[in-house]
């Protein structure tokens, strides 16, 4: 089955940019969307497409995808972006999910 | 946007056969622009994909789980659920309902999801 490889935690300043990276073989041959998940709620759409922005989502979300690697940047962070962050993708029938990595913003 | 809630029990035992319901509003589940699924995160792990159902019936599975798992869709109620049998502790966690985005499949997402439900498997 398809694995998604997702960094465990992340952490990043206050106003600094953060990118977070999801591998998967010819992960670039598929199309990748981003989840933003807080203790509590429900997940969030914060890219889809690869670097598609759903309405709502601030300009400030950004994803891209090439070769294996597949990035969500954050720019600008802010104290409301410390969340779990998931991506996901559709391969052989299947949604699949990567580890998801944990943003902590100090 | 369309709203999803989970409702069913937060407490069963093992062996025996979960049901949750997903009652949606704000838009058709009989929409042939969607999928309607159930996703699921175990205490401290990550979101697993249970499957999708269409406003058809036709269902697909988590081959994982495929053995154990049923989807229904009741359009007169604008609902659609989830039964998943033979219930173990490894079952505990918080079930989400989700809308697709998109029915490209390639292209697959979810857009909108329930508050989730938390379900504990007790022995």
């Known amino acids: 089955s398809y694995e998604l490889t997702q960094p465990p935690s992340l952490s990043v300043s206050p106003g600094q940019s953060v990118s977070i990276t999801c591998s998967g073989d010819k992960l670039g041959q598929k199309f990748v969307c981003w989840y933003q998940k807080r203790p509590g709620q429900s997940p969030v759409l914060v890219i889809y497409?690869?670097?598609k922005r759903p309405s709502g989502i601030p300009e400030r979300f950004s994803g891209s995808n090439s070769g294996n690697t597949a990035t969500l940047t954050i720019s600008g962070t802010q104290a409301l972006d410390e969340a779990d962050y998931y991506c996901?993708?559709?391969?052989?029938?299947?949604?699949?999910f990567g580890g998801g990595t944990k943003l902590t913003v100090l | 946007q369309v709203q999803l809630q989970e409702s069913g029990p937060g407490l069963v035992k093992a062996s025996q056969t979960l049901s949750l319901t997903c009652t949606v509003s704000g838009g058709s589940i009989s929409s042939a622009n969607y999928y309607w699924s159930w996703i699921r995160q175990s205490p401290g792990k990550g979101l697993e994909w249970i499957g999708y159902i269409y406003y058809s019936g036709n269902t697909y599975y988590n081959s994982s789980l495929k053995s154990r798992v049923t989807f229904s869709v009741d359009p007169s109620r604008n609902q659609f659920s989830l039964n998943l049998a033979s219930l173990t502790a490894a079952d505990t966690a918080v079930y989400y309902c989700?809308?697709?985005?998109?029915?490209?499949?390639?292209?697959?997402?979810?857009?909108?999801w329930g508050q989730g439900t938390l379900v504990t498997v007790s022995s």
């Open positions: 989700a809308k697709t985005g998109t029915l490209d499949l390639p292209y697959l997402y979810f857009d909108d």
């Open positions: 996901q993708v559709w391969d052989s029938s299947h949604v699949v």
């Open positions: 497409k690869d670097d």
